[in-house]
């Protein structure tokens, strides 16, 4: 069982810059793929960033690219959204989940095995 706590969210100006952390802890070697997935009020929950654990093979949305980075720790318990340049329209809930080995980093927020509880962000212009 692994259990995933997102937080590090909150409210930022336009140009600003936000980290998101999300910290595995459990049987945390049996995880394969960390994302990060963000939904907006109204709007279908969309992924953001990816990361492998163990190759730390990323992936970043189109729509970020440039301005988030994927990362972790040392450790590779902690996992890191660092958004700069943050524009109105990244205001959302921002969820962090986990996927079993094997599962690789799928496209639905659904697909993975374990969540956390999300963290919000909000954009003011």
């Known amino acids: 069982q692994v259990e995933l706590l997102d937080f590090g969210g909150g409210s930022v100006q336009a140009g600003g810059s936000l980290r998101l952390s999300c910290v595995l802890s459990?049987?945390?070697?049996?995880?394969?793929?960390v994302g990060w997935f963000r939904q907006a009020p109204g709007k279908e929950r969309k992924r953001v960033a990816t990361?492998?654990?163990?190759?730390?093979?990323?992936y970043v949305a189109d729509s970020v690219k440039g301005r988030f980075t994927i990362s972790t720790d040392d450790a590779k318990n902690t996992v890191f959204l660092l958004m700069n340049s943050l524009k109105p329209e990244d205001t959302a809930m921002y969820s962090c989940?986990?996927?079993?080995?094997?599962?690789?980093?799928?496209?639905?927020?659904?697909?993975?095995?374990?969540w956390g509880q999300g963290t919000q962000v909000t954009v003011s212009s």
């Open positions: 990361i492998y654990t163990v190759s730390g093979r990323t």
């Open positions: 989940a986990a996927v079993d080995f094997g599962r690789n980093c799928p496209e639905g927020f659904s697909e993975y095995d374990w």
């Open positions: 459990g049987y945390i070697y049996s995880v394969d793929c």
